[in-house]
Structure formats: structure tokens, C-alpha cells
């Protein structure tokens, strides 16, 4: 199941199976939301659950999501995904800190093309991850909303 839902930065489209949330990312157009059965039904309860818990993020109330998530990915990347899961709140890294914590200190490139393959935005949180100068790196949605992520984190 899917859908959208309206937020600070866009609208945000959120998709879930029957052990999570699959997919977040934003999106122009708005698409409905599935019909409703027995197979998607639990798919359904974690799309609402992901959209109270984005809200309440957007409105500085929540520093941790609890959704069930349900990345498709490699052993590497889900391995990625994991370490920046454990992040801090307000809290940024490299790319090689990165690579460090998952004991593949030489894997910074492949850290890198695997944080580009976040398909759970946010609730991964890939716009955690900076430069290790310092600097601002690429973010799939920009670097502006890059930016409005960090500065949301930071003001709490």
C-alpha cells in the first residue's frame, strides 16, 4: 500500500508491506491511497503509523521513528542502513565514520552509493551524513532540504 502525505519540506510518498515501511520520498503528484484488503491491511496500519510519526518529527516532537521498516537492498547496504539508523538525533557523520562502523574502513565510495540507495528517507537518516570536512555532500532531494532536515534537528 501507499500514499502521501503533506509536510514542510513537500509531499511525502510512504509505502509499506505486510513487515513495514518500504519506501519514503518525496514527490510532485499526489497518488491515492490503495484500496483497502485483507493482505494490505497491516501495510495500511504502518502507513498511518509513518505518517503520525512524520508529523510529529516535522513539528519537533519526535527525534526517534518505531515504524517497522522493510528496506530492499543488499547485505551491505542493509548493513549501511543500520549504521545510520543508530545516529543521534542532531547528530552528523562521514562517510567514512560511516564505513568504520560497519568494519569496512576501505568502503567509503561504496558507503556513499549505498546511502544514495536510502529509499526510506528521514526515517533512514542519510541527510545525517556530511563531508568529512565539514561540508555539505549530495542529498537525492537537495541540498535545501538537506539543510531544512539538519536545521529542524538542531534547533531541538
Known amino acids: ?25 518525496l514527490v510532485e503528484a499526489k497518488l491515492q491511497m490503495s484500496e483497502r484488503t ?19 518529527y516535522f513539528s519537533g516532537k519526535r527525534q526517534h ?20 539508523l543508530a545516529l543521534d ?9 560511516i564505513a568504520n562502523k560497519i568494519n569496512r574502513p576501505k568502503a567509503v565510495r561504496a558507503v556513499g552509493a549505498a546511502n544514495g540507495a536510502n529509499a526510506i528517507a528521514i526515517i533512514i537518516p542519510c541527510h ?5 570536512n565539514g561540508s555539505l555532500t549530495g542529498y537525492a532531494y537537495g541540498l535545501e532540504m538537506k539543510k531544512s532536515l539538519l536545521k529542524l534537528e538542531k534547533s531541538k
Not at 502521501?4 to 519514503?24: D, P
Not at 491491511?41 to 510529529?56: D, F, G, P, T, V
Not at 530492499?72 to 542502513?81: C, H, I, L, M, S
Not at 538525533?89 to 565514520?97: I, L, P, V
Request: hydrophobic share 35%; net charge positive.
Open 1 to 25: 500500500m501507499a500514499k502521501t502525505m503533506t509536510t514542510q519540506v513537500g509531499e511525502i510518498y510512504i509505502k509499506a508491506n505486510q513487515y513495514g515501511l518500504s519506501h519514503l520520498s
Open 38 to 56: 485483507e493482505l494490505n491491511h497491516q501495510a495500511c496500519r504502518y502507513l498511518i503509523q509513518a505518517e503520525k510519526e512524520l508529523e510529529a
Open 65 to 84: 521513528f518505531s515504524v517497522p521498516l522493510a528496506p530492499k537492498g543488499t547485505e551491505f547496504q542493509k548493513a549501511v542502513w543500520q549504521a545510520l
Open 89 to 97: 538525533y542532531g547528530t552528523s557523520c562521514c562517510y567514512a565514520d
Open 128 to 132: 545525517r551524513v556530511i563531508g568529512k
